[in-house]
């Protein structure tokens, strides 16, 4: 079976000027050159005293992968690594500098607030417009009508001229067009971020349906590394421009997680006998991410290396610090007067955690190895997590956790690895 989508040695550069200001001139010398900007039109002399130096840019640097149809592919990066770049080339927005793409089938890109919408007519208008932009006749286009204003919610606004919408009305109807006109190609940014939590999961069941049911290819670029698991199946990385691997999702998930975790900047002290090697956190179904919920289970995973023949009564703790450094809570092993004894070799600890109560936000991971009251290691600032909490009714509530407690519905374990 042919691909749907075919992306052969793609590159996008960019040439950046920068300008630098010539060295050693004196005030005769700008008065001469400022007279002579005066009297000259010539370019060259409109720099007064400015050498305009030129470099090349690659967005993107060779890149190659092909999709199927019905793929659900995740593209992760950290930000300028070149993924709404490679999203505008697939949406034939911009051209790359050299390689080549082959797209059977109509294509909806969803990138920017706003983009495809025309801000002076109304909802409605808009939605006939995108579809007839994808080819779509007028037929077509009100067969899907209702179920397209049904899923923005938006009719009490519908024949509203579309510049008096919030951004998350506009990111509303611009996916529900999107996905409700048909593309056999769907394409999706981080813009998806605007929406409330609701909306983000309503369009990713969206998403997963289209794909699984009608066969549709989608291409879905999100920070958000739950979201990613929940809907592709496979997932490119890119860093720098690069495509750095192409596999399933959870394999480059965990690329990209310690990739992030290996370009901070962290501190280690204490003997180091025992040394941390990676964190891993995940899901209540056992899915690695960067995110978890409030009131649902977890695992945290502490991979470390033991350097000493045997180092006894080790205790083991993950803490959580808040944007402002304060200690919001800890998962401890000596808490529950729980220590192991530990030989040389790799292993892995484990915190189940049960009912993860904790104020939702954005968190700094410390990690803490001691025996006895002595510090074997400490790091700061190992990594973040993200915390959330969404009832059954859309709302966002916080629950009831007060800072420096320890949590205490945990099961620790240790395996050898």
């Known amino acids: 079976m042919s691909s749907i989508i075919e992306v052969e040695n793609i590159s ?29 039109f010539s370019s060259k002399e409109s720099n007064l005293g ?13 890149i190659n992968f092909r999709i199927q149809q019905g793929d659900r592919l995740g593209i992760i990066g950290r930000n300028g690594a070149g993924k709404s770049t490679l999203l505008k080339i697939l949406s034939r927005i911009t051209e790359p500098s050299s390689g080549r793409i082959t797209i059977r089938g109509r294509v909806a890109s969803l990138l920017e607030v706003g983009t495809g919408f025309h801000p002076e007519l109304s909802g409605r208008e808009n939605i006939f417009l995108n579809g007839a932009i994808l ?10 009508f209702d179920e397209i204003v049904a899923f923005a919610d938006i009719e009490k606004f519908l024949d509203t001229p579309v510049k008096r919408y ?37 369009c990713i069941g969206k998403m997963e349906d289209v794909s699984r049911n009608e066969g549709r290819t989608v291409l879905f670029v999100s920070h958000n590394m739950e979201a990613l698991s929940r809907l592709c199946k496979t997932a490119l990385l890119l860093e720098k421009g690069e495509m750095i691997a192409y596999s399933d999702t959870e394999s480059i998930i ?63 703790a993950i803490c959580l610090n808040n944007v402002q450094d304060h200690r919001i809570t800890s998962i401890w092993t000596a808490y529950k007067a729980q220590t192991f004894n530990i030989s040389k070799g790799e292993f892995v600890v484990k915190f189940k955690v049960d009912n993860l109560k904790i104020i939702p936000g954005d968190y700094e991971i410390i990690t803490y190895i001691e025996t006895n009251g002595r510090e074997i290691e400490r790091i700061d600032n190992y990594d973040r997590l993200f915390v959330k909490y969404t009832n059954n009714f859309g709302c966002t ?21």
């Open 397 to 417: 509530v916080e629950p009831n956790a007060s800072q420096g407690t320890y949590i205490e519905d945990f099961f620790v374990s240790l395996d050898r690895i």
């Open 254 to 316: 965990s690329k990209y997680l310690l990739s992030r975790k290996n370009n901070r900047e962290y501190s280690r002290n204490g003997t180091k006998e025992i040394q941390v090697t990676d964190i891993l956190i995940k899901n209540k179904d056992e899915m690695i991410s960067d995110t978890i919920v409030t009131f649902e289970n977890c695992t945290m995973e502490m991979r470390c290396i033991c350097h000493a023949e045997k180092v006894n009564n080790v205790s083991f």
């Open 50 to 62: 400015l050498q305009l130096s030129k470099e090349i840019f690659f967005a993107l640097k060779d």
């Open 135 to 144: 080819g779509m006749s007028r037929t077509e286009i009100r067969r899907k």
């Open 12 to 40: 996008k550069q960019f040439i950046i000027g920068h300008e630098t200001n010539e060295r050693y001139t004196t005030l005769r010398d700008e008065i001469s050159k400022r007279t002579k900007k005066i009297f000259s």
């Open 166 to 202: 919030s951004s998350g009305m506009y990111v509303r109807l611009a996916f529900a067009v999107a996905a409700y006109l048909e593309p056999e190609i769907l394409i999706v940014d981080e813009v998806l971020a605007v929406g409330d939590v609701e909306f983000q999961k309503k």
